[in-house]
């Protein structure tokens, strides 16, 4: 038994989650200084703040028919099906055709040291990389939100 690794829930500050905030229930102002006092009361509120301002560059999905283009790659499926009226069987085909390009944030502030808050204590999340190029549904599946 002694080579196996016990894996206590307790030990998750072994992997850094010590330096992150756990978003309270009763809600918080981002932790960036610059970013002032506003209460977020809700945690995807908040992580949505985060993307917006404190990615460095975002990562949009481009349909192939037009110049729309969405963080979310769901967004372009369902813009696909109701603005292009691709039928369903040819769905498949059609999101091959969607690129993805990564751009810079214009509206970027510097987080600093600060990283993103977590969602709770129990739930083991992985902490977004503060900068860099961030895929939003993959971060948008880790955090279990749904904007
Ligand atoms: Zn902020
Ligand atoms: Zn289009």
Same mark, same amino acid.
């Given at each position: ?25 009763? /809600?918080?102002?981002?932790? $960036?200084? %610059?970013?002032?006092?506003? &209460? ?56 091959? /055709?969607?690129?993805?390009? $990564?751009? %810079?944030?214009?509206?970027? &502030? ?38």
């Amino acid at each position: 038994m002694a080579d196996v690794l016990d894996l206590h829930p307790n030990q998750e500050e072994a992997i850094g989650g010590d330096r992150a905030i756990v978003f309270p229930p009763q /809600g918080m102002a981002c932790p $960036v200084p %610059s970013c002032g006092d506003h &209460i977020f009361n809700s945690y995807p509120g908040l992580m949505k703040h985060w993307k917006k301002r404190h990615t460095a560059s975002i990562r949009v999905h481009k349909c192939p028919r037009c110049p729309k283009e969405d963080p979310r790659r769901t967004h372009i499926t369902q813009h696909l099906l109701r603005h292009h009226h691709v039928p369903m069987n040819n769905l498949r085909e059609a999101q091959l /055709g969607v690129t993805t390009e $990564v751009k %810079s944030n214009k509206q970027f &502030i510097s987080p600093g040291d600060i990283l993103p808050p977590r969602k709770s204590q129990d739930a083991a999340v992985p902490i977004l990389e503060p900068v860099g190029a961030m895929d939003l549904d993959q971060a948008m599946d880790f955090y279990g939100l749904d904007l």
